[in-house]
């Protein structure tokens, strides 16, 4: 078997640190089944570039890291990467702030990712590229002469062509995917946007079912939605429940029902209409006042950009207007922190939970959602909320599936969710940890990797006359 090299900006170096992110949750076990090399940025910033990577090793992986520069990080990562293709790809062109300087930058910063892979690659090696960061790195090798298997995989969601059209410069980056022999999406919905954009805004000929002509190649198109470690995140639930920090929390809510959200500081969470809807649901269905705790975990991400200060500004105050309206001397209706939790801590929190809100509106896969299914007691099961417009939908249709826009929809969907009688509830749990069983995370892995495995070497595939 060849050699794994995975590439992603985040690395998830094993040196303990929690960090949120659906992409680091899903390469760890994929990679440390198989070895490899994880390389990527450190996420450190360096004051010059020394060339040098660093290097752990830990359980047959390599991990390879390089700092960026000041410059890089903020042309790269805050500027192209973070405040154009983020957006744009959650369906939000109007948050995008797009300026030549960044995408520069973003070139710059994936030709010296290249120039530092190619220092460790060897001929033979299986490449897979991760997510949004990364989009030109096949070409970039190609252009150096690299003719090794590369695959690329998208976390977050693919947009309409009628939107990627409005990405300044899409000319230049989206078909520069078909230097990859494979290219992966999340649903169904992501890779027929894809293949729209390919043939009618770049003109590509089919090649077979699945494919594209490229110049002399041929690009590969394929649906592979993430899943999570399904057995093994029941196991831990069941471990964390009767911790003392799920103890504590429980001890804390004098018996009340807990409602819980996860979710980094993103406003493509979709928490300001979430609390929105929190809010209506306490007006229309006061029984519940007294009786239910909100807890919203939420890590905060990528603050030097002003959309993510300006929604955590807008969020702080949703959950002081609403402590203010409902609360009581002896209840708080809304708990909001800001500190990342451990895997652990959030497990048996969900495994508790009566209630998980999961109503980003937009989302490659989400997979808090599948992890809160995963937590659940199987004999006496909590109920998600999901917004329809999360990946994770498809596969997890026994949720109470909700429009994230309609707050009222939201509220009624938290009424029902507390109200529900057992015998719905272990019903609907059945049919969501099915499917998470029939795709777990290894499942992702390898089925990706076989198709990347399975193609006849690039080079060899001829474009018919
Ligand atoms: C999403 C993206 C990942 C990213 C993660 C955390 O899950 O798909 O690529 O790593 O968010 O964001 P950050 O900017 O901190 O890496």
Known sequence: ???????????????????AGG?????RPALKKRGGIWFGWSGKVAEERTGAAKTVEHDKVSYITIDLLKGDYEEFYNGFANRVLWPILHYRLDLAEFTRRDLGGYFRVNQYFVENLERVLRPDDVIWVHDYHLMPLAQILRERGHKNRIGFFLHIPCPPPEILTGLPNHERLIPALCHYDLVGFQTENDANNFSRYLANEVGLRRAGDDGFYYEDRVVHIGIFPVGVETEAFTRLARRAISTQFVSDVMASMSDRALIIGVDRLDYSKGIPERLNAYERFLANFPDWRGLVTYLQITPRSRTD???????????????GRINGTFGEASWTPLRYINKAHSRSSLAGLYRYARVGLVTPLRDGM????????????????????????????????????????????????????LGMPLEERRMRHQANYAALTRNDLTQWAERFLGRLEEHVPAETETRPA
Not at 370 to 399: N, T, W, Y
Request: with cysteine.
């Open 1 to 19: 078997m060849s050699r794994l090299v995975v590439v992603s900006n985040r690395v998830g170096i094993p040196d303990g640190s929690a960090r």
């Open 366 to 417: 989400n997979l808090v959602a599948k992890e809160f299914i995963a937590a659940q007691d199987p004999d006496d099961p909590g109920v998600l909320v999901l917004s329809r417009f999360a990946g994770a939908a498809r596969e997890c249709s026994a949720a109470l599936l909700v429009n994230p826009y309609d707050s009222e929809g939201v509220a009624i969907a938290i009424n029902r969710a």
């Open 23 to 27: 992409l680091e949750v899903s390469i």
């Open 305 to 319: 950009i002003r959309e993510y200060a300006d929604i955590g500004r807008l969020v702080g105050e949703t959950v």
